[in-house]
């Protein structure tokens, strides 16, 4: 059984991209933005594809996690389309490093610091 539930899977010719709305169960709060497009790549086969994640929504009382995504084969496309903000979003959830990393930076540091004030 797959986490994953297709809830909708339209074809916009208009738009030239392909609208994905499924729901992910048991992620609600756990789930992140790139995660979700990594697990939709895999799924469906979408590598090399541009993956914009548009919604992801919690539904109250429940472990599910509903989402929206907009697959492009042009990345030009899909910044004409769509809106510079939604870019930026993605450009910095890349660029955060995880709260796993920083702490043990900190405790790497943290002995240096001590040992110079020790020999002083």
């Not at 709305?21 to 990594?38: D, H, I, Q, S």
């Not at 959830?93 to 702490?103: D, I, N, R």
Request: aromatic share 4%; hydrophobic share 35%.
């Amino acid at each position: 059984m797959s986490m994953i539930e297709v809830t909708r899977d339209v074809k916009n010719p208009l738009l030239s991209r392909r609208e994905i709305t499924c729901t992910f169960k048991g992620l609600a709060g756990r789930l992140k933005r790139l995660e979700a497009v990594e697990m939709i790549s895999k799924q469906f086969n979408l590598e090399g594809k541009i993956i914009i994640p548009i919604n992801l929504k919690n539904e109250t009382g429940r472990p599910t996690l509903s989402g929206t995504f907009y697959v492009y084969e042009d990345e030009k496309l899909a910044k004409e389309h769509l809106k510079a903000a939604i870019f930026k979003r993605l450009e910095k959830a890349k660029s955060v490093p995880t709260k796993e990393a920083e702490p043990a930076q900190a405790a790497e540091v943290k002995p240096a610091e001590e040992k110079k004030e020790e020999t002083k």
